[in-house]
């Protein structure tokens, strides 16, 4: 991470008065620091491109340092974008779990598009996130009862609460 909030830049070789300044102990220890945080650096920036598609390869191999690709890589994936904020959110309201699959595993996924929400400002309120959860069980007679048991139950009115009354219905 530190690759990819932080540069360092090489160092000059000569001071504001021209003087050559190579010779001296403390330019020796900052260059030995710089060689080293570049080596690393390199490593980072050939991790980032190994993880690309070869189609963004050739936009971000011209990048000098790890922490200028990642600032440029952020422009077009931002969470934040103008375009995946609503997508997320309609995402959520419209995510149906599937009763032929484990409903963790699902939950998780709905959970997590929350989390991808909140993390770009976007808080969903608990209740709304209650909602969602309710709405997107399956249309099953089974899972409609639950359904609607859990919407008139006062006790049940967080995530985490339906959360886990699906999941111990799903182990049933």
Not at 105 to 115: C, D, M, V
Request: glycine share 4%; net charge negative.
């Amino acid at each position: 991470m530190e690759f990819l909030t932080a540069s360092m830049f090489a160092l000059a070789e000569r001071d504001g008065h021209g003087n050559d300044v190579t010779a001296s102990e403390q330019y020796q220890e900052k260059l030995k620091a710089y060689k080293t945080w570049f080596k690393r650096d390199r490593f980072a920036r050939y991790t980032l491109l190994s993880c690309m598609h070869d189609d963004l390869l050739v936009e971000f191999e011209g990048c000098p340092t790890a922490k200028d690709m990642w600032d440029r890589l952020k422009i077009p994936f931002d969470q934040t974008s103008a375009t995946r904020l609503p997508t997320l959110r309609l995402k959520g309201m419209q995510f149906q779990l599937d009763a032929g699959r484990r409903m963790t595993e699902q939950l998780r996924a709905l959970s997590g598009i929350a989390h991808d929400l909140k993390a770009a400002s976007q808080d969903i309120p608990e209740d709304e996130q209650a909602v969602n959860a309710i709405w997107a069980l399956p249309d099953t007679k089974l899972w409609q009862n639950i359904s609607q048991a859990m919407a008139y139950n006062k006790n049940i009115k967080t995530f985490g609460a339906i959360s886990k009354h699906i999941e111990m219905e799903d182990e049933r």
